[in-house]
T-cell receptor, first 116, second 113 residues
Framework: AQTVTQSQPEMSVQEAETVTLSCTYDTSESNYYLFWYKQPPSRQMILVIR??????QNATENRFSVNFQKAAKSFSLKISDSQLGDTAMYFCAFMKPSGANSKLTFGKGITLSVRP | SQTIHQWPATLVQPVGSPLSLECTVE??????LYWYRQAAGRGLQLLFY??????ISSEVPQNLSASRPQDRQFILSSKKLLLSDSGFYLCAWSVRRGHGGYTFGSGTRLTVV
C-alpha cells in the first residue's frame, strides 16, 4: 500500500517570502501521479498542482512549483511571494492508476500561516 | 462546466439518530464518486467510492454506509450515529479512468452530541 508522509505539522512564513512544504511517499510503482491540495479556512479543497511521475520536468503553476525527486520519493511544494490568502492547510496526495478507479491517498497535511 | 453540490453544510445530530448526507454532480456523466472523512487535525480518510450506479466499495469498516441510486448522486448514511462519527465529510468526483485528481464538494460538518 502507498503511504504519504508530511512530517511538519505547522509552518509559518512572512508575507512576500518563499516557503517550502515537504512531502515524501512510499510506493513500488513506477507510474503514478502526485498532487498538492490547499484547504483554506473555508475548508474547500482546492487542487494546487499536479505532477506526473514519468515527467522529469517539475510542474509549475504561477507562484507554486514543485521539486519532484523520484529516486528519493520526495515531492515538495514551493510557494513564492507568499500572500495572506495562502494561509491554509496543505495536503500532499498520491494516485496510482488502477483501472476504472484511481484512488487518492492523502498525507496528514501541514498548516501554513502567512504573517503580515 | 462541472459542479458538485453537497448538503447540508452543517449538521448537529444526537447519538443514535440516523444520518443522510447527499452529494450530486452536474455537467458530467459516469463520474467516479468518493466520500472522505476529515477528523479534527487529521488527514483525509477515504470511506467509500463508487464507479457506477449501485457499485459501492468500502475502504474501512464502520458505522456508515453509502449508496448511489443515480449516476450523479451519492449518499452517505447511518442508521444510528455514534459520537465517533463526528467530523468533516467531503464528497468528491473524478473522471472515470482519469488521473487529473478529484474535485471536492464544500463539505459537511457533522457533530454528534
Amino acid at each position: 500500500a502507498q503511504t504519504v508522509t508530511q512530517s511538519q505539522p505547522e509552518m509559518s512564513v512572512q508575507e512576500a517570502e518563499t516557503v517550502t512544504l515537504s512531502c515524501t511517499y512510499d510506493t513500488s510503482e513506477s507510474n503514478y501521479y502526485l498532487f498538492w491540495y490547499k484547504q483554506p479556512p473555508s475548508r474547500q479543497m482546492i487542487l494546487v498542482i499536479r505532477q506526473e511521475a514519468y515527467k522529469q520536468q517539475n510542474a509549475t503553476e504561477n507562484r507554486f512549483s514543485v521539486n519532484f525527486q523520484k529516486a528519493a520519493k520526495s515531492f515538495s511544494l514551493k510557494i513564492s511571494d507568499s500572500q495572506l490568502g495562502d494561509t491554509a492547510m496543505y495536503f500532499c496526495a498520491f494516485m496510482k492508476p488502477s483501472g476504472a478507479n484511481s484512488k487518492l491517498t492523502f498525507g496528514k497535511g501541514i498548516t501554513l500561516s502567512v504573517r503580515p | 462546466s462541472q459542479t458538485i453540490h453537497q448538503w447540508p453544510a452543517t449538521l448537529v445530530q444526537p447519538v443514535g439518530s440516523p444520518l443522510s448526507l447527499e452529494c450530486t454532480v452536474e455537467g458530467t456523466s459516469n463520474p467516479n464518486l468518493y466520500w472522505y472523512r476529515q477528523a479534527a487535525g487529521r488527514g483525509l480518510q477515504l470511506l467509500f467510492y463508487s464507479i457506477g450506479i449501485g457499485q459501492i466499495s468500502s475502504e474501512v469498516p464502520q458505522n456508515l454506509s453509502a449508496s448511489r441510486p443515480q449516476d450523479r448522486q451519492f449518499i452517505l448514511s447511518s442508521k444510528k450515529l455514534l459520537l465517533s462519527d463526528s467530523g468533516f465529510y467531503l464528497c468528491a468526483w473524478s473522471v472515470r479512468r482519469g488521473h487529473g485528481g478529484y474535485t471536492f464538494g464544500s463539505g459537511t460538518r457533522l457533530t454528534v452530541v
